[in-house]
Nanobody, 123 residues
Framework: QLQLVESGGGLVQPGGSLRLSCAAS????????IGWFRQAPGKEREGVLC????????YYADSVKGRFTASRDNAKNTVYLQMNSLKPEDTAVYYC????????????????WGQGTQVTVSS
């Protein structure tokens, strides 16, 4: 059974960093695209970025360029989202999702979703 489980969220001060993890089971992450999405209270879920099978990042939220990076550890079958210089507007529930045919920021293209992890940026 294919499953994604996020972890690593929490409360962080503005300017701080967090690294989210997305542990996969039932498939091997290094062969597939994984997307990161977020949903803030009262807002629609938005695509943040995705990581291709080759490891490249494609960004769908301009506000995170230069601050967020996705990577993978094939040995741990895990994808990471490194978030630096966090801002209060980054506060949201973050989700990892798989596995579309190619990188996309469209949530409907993803069939598998993790349960989400809360990130709160506040002083």
């Amino acid at each position: 059974q294919l499953q994604l489980v996020e972890s690593g969220g929490g409360l962080v001060q503005p300017g701080g960093s967090l690294r989210l993890s997305c542990a996969a089971s039932g498939f091997t992450v290094d062969y597939y695209v994984i997307g990161w999405f977020r949903q803030a209270p009262g807002k629609e879920r938005e695509g943040v970025l995705c990581i291709s099978s080759g490891g490249g990042n494609t960004y769908y939220a301009d506000s995170v360029k230069g601050r967020f990076t996705a990577s993978r550890d094939n040995a741990k079958n895990t994808v990471y989202l490194q978030m630096n210089s966090l801002k209060p507007e980054d506060t949201a529930v973050y989700y990892c999702a798989g596995i579309p045919e190619s990188c996309t920021g469209v949530a409907a293209e993803y069939d598998y979703w993790g349960q989400g992890t809360q990130v709160t940026v506040s002083s």
